[in-house]
């Protein structure tokens, strides 16, 4: 997706969106897989390539982040997501939505702490934090939406995603019905 | 833990180094086999975002509108949008114009390239032009407009090209000031949003009398760049006890970049 200009260069993320929406309806080794897949393609996405040129005129080329450490920064989110996958299976899933924007934040502040690390000169400019909070803040806004199109799709492949929380309250609902009506 | 589990988690630790252990060439080719895979969606995603983009443009110039509708008839708005479509127009003319020139009077050979999408990634300054290994674009050839250089291509794919901009941080070039023998390292700096980016000129020598206003071009060292491309104009000056830093205004205006010229070797 395009940055928005106006807005940071904040963005939606579609894929780590993809890949939080998915990891808290999954479990453990699907995780992983899934940590391993989304952390490769976003890295054969955004990694650059080396500086070139006379290495006696460019002697102090920026350093790059090695391919790679996104499968491990997804990792990270992945148990962040997973760790509150009981409350998304009791149909809380209002906090998996949060989290998924509190991952989102935490992946790129950890993205932007790399690069400093790597390159030197700490710097974090107002103007980044904000990039970062609207990034995930439009990802986690977006969510919800996710979640619906997974349901939809475990529908229609009849795939159950062990939503309980959803039949619990519709069970605990109705029988407290059949009660008053006895 | 249960043993599957296990098992995945030591063959996602195997992988994880196996990704980790990759050398630049074969980070490299995977980037290759990957936008060879996904370049019919990179595509339709720079149509969209051209789109999104033309939307954005349209929607400021109506912010801007409205404020006047207070003090103008409607007939005025009428006549003044009508006279904005034309000026727009116009100007595109004449970037077409400035840009056909500059290919006929330029002195390498160059191949001409649309920008198709800007700043695909987050914390990178990179676009995607649409001319790639199938019009003899290779890696790190410079890209140039009408008024001094873009940057380098940094991956080039069989249709596209990604292109790293010479406001990003990993983008050195060997700049000398105008005029002087004050040599120096130019790039540009981490964490820049907004259309006016600011460009670092480093390695300067201590005494270096740089001053404002002053033009900064490449030295055609270091086998990247041809020597005597504009870079843009010393802005502010900085003395250190080891060598003197300038901060440098791009000649290009990155913000308005459509068309651009990749030199050929």
């Known amino acids: ?182 | 833990m249960k043993p599957l589990n296990l098992i995945t988690l030591l063959l996602f630790l195997t992988a994880s180094a196996w990704a980790l252990t990759r050398s630049e060439s074969s980070v490299r080719q995977i980037q290759k086999s990957y936008y060879s895979i996904i370049s019919p969606f990179v595509k339709s995603g720079s149509a969209m975002e051209t789109k999104i983009r033309a939307f954005d443009e349209e929607l400021e110039h109506s912010t801007s509108l409205s404020s006047k509708l207070h003090l103008a008839e409607t007939e005025i708005i009428k006549l003044s949008t009508e006279i904005k479509h034309l000026r727009t127009l116009e100007k595109e003319n004449v970037q077409l114009r400035a840009a056909l020139e500059f290919k006929k009077r330029s002195p390498f050979r160059v191949i001409a390239a649309k920008i198709i999408r800007r700043k695909p990634s987050s914390w990178w300054e990179t676009a995607h032009i649409d001319r790639g290994e199938n019009h003899e674009i290779s890696e790190m050839l410079a890209v140039i407009a009408a008024e001094g250089l873009v940057g380098k291509v940094d991956r080039p794919d069989d249709e596209t090209s990604s292109v790293i901009l010479l406001t990003d941080e990993s983008c050195q070039v060997s700049a000398q000031v105008a005029g002087t023998h004050e040599f120096g390292i130019l790039s540009g700096q981490r964490a820049q949003n907004g259309d006016n980016p600011m460009l670092r000129l480093r390695y300067l020598s201590r005494d270096s009398n740089a001053k404002e206003g002053q033009a900064v071009i490449t030295t055609g060292k270091g086998n990247l760049f041809e020597k005597g491309i504009a870079l843009g104009t010393i802005t502010h000056v900085t003395r250190g006890p080891l060598y003197t830093e300038a901060q440098v205004k791009p000649a290009v205006n990155f913000a308005d970049l459509e068309t651009v010229f990749v030199l050929k070797k």
């Open chain 1, 1 to 182: 997706m395009p940055a928005i200009t106006s807005l940071y260069d904040a963005r939606l993320l579609i894929l780590p969106l993809a890949f939080l929406c998915c990891v808290v309806t999954v479990d453990f080794s699907p995780m992983l897989i899934l940590a391993f897949v989304c952390g490769f393609i976003w890295d054969a996405q955004n990694a650059l390539g080396p500086q070139g040129g006379d290495p006696t005129i460019y002697t102090a080329p920026a350093d790059q982040i090695r391919f790679g450490y996104s499968i491990i920064l997804f990792l990270i989110m992945g148990v962040m997501m997973q760790g509150f996958q009981p409350l998304f299976r009791k149909g809380v899933w209002q906090v998996s939505v949060i989290i998924s924007g509190l991952a989102t934040f935490f992946y790129l502040v950890s993205e932007y702490m790399l690069i400093n690390i790597v390159r030197g000169d700490f710097l974090f400019p107002k103007e980044v934090f904000y990039q970062i909070w609207i990034s995930a803040a439009i990802t986690m806004f977006c969510a919800p939406i996710l979640f619906l199109v997974l349901f939809k799709l475990a529908a229609v492949f009849d795939h159950t995603i062990r939503y309980d929380g959803l039949k619990k309250r519709y069970f605990q609902f109705n029988r407290h019905n059949t009660e008053e009506t006895t």
